[in-house]
């Protein structure tokens, strides 16, 4: 079946635009994460989704980061006013349900590059 | 709060030798570890799941062992082959009921022919 899917897969953007990625989670999945991936760093947390909850922001690392998930299913995660750290991979997942015991699928990312 | 380290950044291997890559934790003992394998522009992929009560797991060439003594958990490869290299990454839960992983910094391996 599908996986995730995730769009663009490359973005360039000048310093101070707004970008928006998105993400097509697999299908019936309740779970779904954004990651981000500098070169030569691990992957690090930025927001959570789980069916109805309220998600877990406490990744995000600057308010100019939001993201929405419409219908339990597509997420956008959104970067306003982008800054040249902001440059780096972005990774969705999503799983079964949310938890620790569920592996998660990854999407091929967003390689996001702020001139 | 909860840190995955992987110590290796790097693991050459020569082909048909076993490979094993380190994953510490530094704090609680996490209910669950997980690695993934990631290769070059592509996201993670997931390999195998230990839990806290398991002490390995395998899945053909692969093994994983869980050492809550040690808060650390080894991940073997047998049998290693050229198109094994990859980046490995260990990843556990924040724990409770947070759903996010927290992930090491990778081992990349190169097994060379």
């Known amino acids: 079946g599908a996986g995730v899917s995730q769009s663009p897969s490359n973005k360039v953007t000048e310093k101070g635009k707004d970008v928006e990625l998105r993400c097509d989670p697999i299908?019936?999945?309740?779970?779904l994460y954004w990651y981000r991936q500098s070169l030569g760093q691990g992957l690090e947390f930025l927001i959570y989704f789980q069916g109805n909850s309220a998600p877990d922001k406490s990744g995000l690392p600057s308010d100019r980061f939001s993201a929405e998930r419409t219908g339990g299913s597509v997420s956008t995660l959104t970067i306003q006013r982008t800054q040249q750290e902001d440059s780096a991979v972005y990774l969705c997942a999503s799983s079964p349900q949310g938890g620790g015991s569920y592996e998660q699928y990854f999407g091929p990312g967003t390689r996001l590059t702020v001139t | 709060s909860q840190k995955i380290e992987q110590n290796s950044e790097a693991l050459n291997i020569q082909e048909g030798k076993t490979a094993t890559l380190t994953c510490n934790y530094t704090n609680y003992s996490p209910a669950y570890l997980q690695w993934y394998r990631q290769d070059p522009g592509r996201g993670p992929v997931f390999l195998l799941l230990i839990r806290e009560n398991e002490k390995e797991k395998r899945k053909e060439r692969l093994k994983v062992t869980f050492d809550t003594t040690l808060k650390q958990s080894l991940f073997h490869i047998t049998a290693s082959q050229p198109a094994d290299s990859a980046t490995y990454l260990c990843a556990t839960n924040r724990g409770g009921s947070q759903g996010n992983l927290i992930f090491g910094k990778g081992t990349k391996l190169s097994v060379k022919p």
């Open positions: 299908s019936g999945h309740t779970a």
